[in-house]
């Protein structure tokens, strides 16, 4: 059999959607709220009662079906992120170790984490954009449907339209992805020995790894939601009415800590952790048998 240098990726999405597409409106619900937090409530008390108000609010006025609110984008991106991400990253891994002077792991891990996250969150950004924008919309609908939010994007905003907040978002992935991988390959020895059942140490390192990862860069993926709503429909999607920011990720923080406070930047940050945390730990485990199951047949050095 042919020898194959590439990774063959995979996406949970489809099986993970039954619980992630809610948590993931929930989220962004949360992300676009602009109403300052009182400094007497703790972060994770306000993210809970945020939480449940904002499933009662969709329920009450949305009904079930508001919390699949932009699932199509979604569907696609995970795909295709996820493709893209771990090709990405076993190519890179690949051709560090091929340096004459092989780096630190620690060190080659977290720049294959951080070039994969980049490349697939380039490559896939409009999707996200665009899930971000059907998820924020209310009962009022902004747009009608997947081909009528591309064609009013682009003849409103042009291009650049689909790009909104980029920046912010290859800012977050680069630490996020580096974190992450960095801290999976650290974590995954020590637990391996430990012979957890059904393999689930890698699940585990999943799971830890994800949650460190994700903490440390949540408020960039928050700033990263309020950039993708910018334009001429800024005003229209539920959650109240987000400030023109204007350019820079550095300029849309201090705006946002100076109205909300520093917790204003982890509006949603229990739900994120929720719904990130099992996907990464089904996601790596899969990885791993899939990768030990390649390679076990000679497909895949």
Known sequence: MPRIREN??????PQLDLYRAPLDVVKIRLQLQTHPIHRSISLPTRNLNGAIQTINSILRHEGISGF???NVPAELLYITYSSIQFTSYRLTTTALSAFPTPLPSPVSTFISGALAGVAATSATYPLDLLRTRFAAQGPSKVYRSLLSSISTIYCS????GFFQGLGAGVTQIVPYMGLFFATYEMLRPPLAKLELPFGSGDATAGV??????KSGVFPLDLIRKRLQIQGPTRERFAGGVVPV???????????IVGKEGWRGLYRGLGVGLVKAAPASAVTMWTYERTLKELKAWDVLE
């Open 8 to 13: 063959r990726s995979w996406s949970l999405g």
């Open 68 to 70: 699949w609110r932009g």
């Open 157 to 160: 905003e042009g291009l650049p």
């Open 208 to 213: 830890m790894a994800s949650v460190l990862a």
């Open 245 to 255: 920011y204007g350019k820079g990720v550095w300029r849309v923080g201090k705006k």
